[in-house]
């Protein structure tokens, strides 16, 4: 591989003096650096250099690999078009927290190798999980199909308050260097306006699909007072905070395999289910699992889904249609082995249900014909009758 060839085989030419250590461009910056990091560590650090060269050093030889290992500390990449708000934010603030890991570095130099990584490991996080937000939010600005034009503006703005940034600094910079405490003091409170600003920014964004977070809001208030919330008012409704992670109480496109174990459990699985997919209730975890057919659309995806978080309302307070608080009763009162009976009768409910909500929802304003619920690749085939499935 070639982090054993750079290691063991590459050929080491030491420069005369550690200055030109920090004078390398690109590529051979870092083949020179990763080098000169073996040659270091092998040899006790009898070359003498200062701290902020082997800070380039360490930077320049762990970044790539950082950005590799960084990889399961991140969602699905679906999570992030799913949450885009949530994870722009997040991104924000971890920048923010590697910004001032980078200032706190020196202060104590004892944990400055340690501090220096964690801040890379965090810029790393922010530069997958910025970039791609970034570019989720743009094709959603792009009202007319012109993302170039969209990204063009962007980048210049962001150029021009860069510029604007680098002025200010340098005005700043005389007044604060004499003064750590007050450097500091101004840290924190551009920090916090950074922050507070990301958090209206992302607040005020309205976006007409829907997600799982959106969807549950939506349902929520259609099931209580038979209105479909607009996209302005459920956006501004939506968790910002704690909305990052999609609720393990529903799953959707997951392996038949993970629902059945027998041949029982496939006929209950398939009974009374007349819409290309295929919907297991685990009531003791509160979990549903569904499995979808290859003819599955965008419409049939967020019928399942809202099935089940229909389901999900059972067990909650709140008031319900008719139909479903008879149903809530009988979850409250039957055994768990009449979970099948009840997913089963919830088809019937929705079959009224569903065309009036999906009715609601158009007439509000959402774009139905596409979704941003996190769906898995697995999908299954079975034939449709007016009996029964057989797979």
């Keep these: 591989m070639g982090f054993r060839a750079g290691l063991c085989f590459q050929p080491l030419r030491l420069p005369r003096h550690p200055r030109s250590l920090a004078g390398h461009r690109g590529g051979e910056r870092k083949s020179f650096c990763f080098s000169c990091h073996c040659h270091l560590v092998g040899e006790r650090f009898n070359w003498h250099v200062g701290p902020h060269h082997l800070c380039l050093v360490e930077r320049d030889v762990f970044s790539p690999y950082i950005q590799i290992a960084n990889q399961p500390l991140l969602p699905n990449r679906s999570k992030l078009d799913c949450n885009a708000k949530q ?13 001032f890991l980078e200032i706190m570095a020196p202060i104590y130099p004892i944990f400055f190798t340690i501090t220096i990584c964690t801040s890379n490991l965090a810029k790393c996080i922010v530069s997958v999980a910025g ?28 150029t021009l308050v860069n510029l604007a ?36 920014a992302v607040r005020a964004l309205v976006i007409e699909t829907l997600n799982e977070g959106r969807l549950r809001l939506v349902l929520k208030h259609f099931l209580q007072r038979g209105e479909v919330l607009g996209p302005t008012s459920a956006n501004q409704m939506e968790p910002l905070w704690t909305g990052f992670w999609p609720s393990q109480s529903l799953s959707l496109g997951v392996p038949l395999h993970r629902l059945t174990s027998s ?22 975890q509160n979990q549903v699992q569904v499995v979808l057919s290859q003819m599955a659309g965008p419409e049939t995806i967020l019928r399942a889904a809202t099935h089940g978080l229909v389901l999900e309302a059972l067990q909650g307070d709140g008031p319900l249609p008719r139909g479903l608080e008879e149903l809530r009763n009988q979850v409250r009162a039957g055994p768990e082995k009449d979970n099948w009976v009840i997913v089963r009768d919830t ?12 009715k609601g ?22 034939l449709l009758s007016t009996e029964k499935k057989v797979l």
Excluded at 361 to 379: F, N, P
Aim: glycine content about 4%.
């Design 87 to 99: 994870w722009r934010l997040f991104a924000d603030i971890l920048n923010d927290v590697a910004m």
């Design 131 to 158: 970039g791609a937000t970034r570019a989720a939010l743009t094709m959603h600005q792009a009202r007319r199909n012109n993302m170039a034009d969209v990204s063009a503006k962007d980048s210049s703005q962001e």
């Design 165 to 200: 940034g680098l002025l200010v600094s340098l005005l700043m910079l005389p007044l604060v260097s004499d003064c750590p405490g007050f450097s500091l003091g101004c840290f924190f409170f551009l920090t916090a306006l950074h922050i507070y600003a990301n958090y209206r």
């Design 263 to 284: 041949v029982f459990d496939l006929q209950q699985l398939v009974e009374g289910h007349q819409e290309p997919y295929l919907l297991h209730w685990d009531l003791s």
């Design 347 to 358: 088809h019937q409910v929705l079959d009224k249900l569903f065309p009036k909500f999906l």
């Design 361 to 382: 929802l158009q007439d509000a304003g959402w774009k139905t014909e596409k979704h941003q619920l996190e769906v898995d690749e697995w999908r299954a085939t079975w």
